[in-house]
């Protein structure tokens, strides 16, 4: 099966058959720096201690993927990607890209999903990605 770098569906996925928790997803904040029209946002950011005492009561997972909101924005955010490094065989962050790429390579994430699927072109501009001015005036 084709590996895609990021929650990829592999044999093992599709055929595990353990009791444990293998993947787990944490969404540790509801905040965002963009406004995407599909998103439902809450302001509120996890507690790190509540996280540290989330993992002393679960068995090691393989994998834990962070999300939000935007999880890059959470003020314990490097703290939280240590926390979960320690827990973990591969981590994985889903962001809006917008981090900075030094960033992303010292938060300690095996795989990355950046999410560009608003479809707002002054959205997407932001992002960095190049919009024809002549579609932007459109808008």
């Given at each position: 099966?084709?590996?895609?770098?990021?929650?990829?569906?592999?044999?093992?996925?599709?055929?595990?058959?353990?009791?444990?928790?293998?993947?787990?997803?944490?969404?540790?904040?509801g905040k965002c720096n963009f406004s995407c029209k599909?998103?439902?946002?809450?302001?509120a950011d996890v507690?790190?201690?509540t996280l540290k005492t989330y993992f002393d009561t679960v068995d090691q997972f393989k994998h834990i993927q962070i999300t939000g909101g935007e999880p890059t924005v959470?003020?314990?955010?490097?703290?939280i990607m240590k926390l979960c490094r320690s827990k973990t065989i591969?981590?994985?962050l889903s962001t809006n890209g917008t981090f900075g790429v030094d960033n992303y390579l010292k938060c300690g994430a095996d795989?990355?999903?950046?999410?560009?699927?608003?479809?707002?072109?002054?959205?997407?501009?932001?992002?960095g990605i190049?919009?024809?001015?002549?579609?932007?005036?459109?808008?």
């Open positions: 099966m084709k590996q895609t770098g990021f929650s990829e569906i592999t044999e093992d996925r599709l055929n595990y058959q353990g009791k444990d928790p293998w993947y787990c997803e944490i969404a540790i904040t599909y998103c439902n946002r809450f302001n507690n790190l201690e959470h003020p314990d955010f490097f703290e591969k981590l994985g795989m990355f999903s950046i999410s560009l699927d608003d479809y707002d072109l002054h959205i997407l501009e932001n992002r190049r919009i024809p001015k002549a579609l932007l005036k459109q808008l």
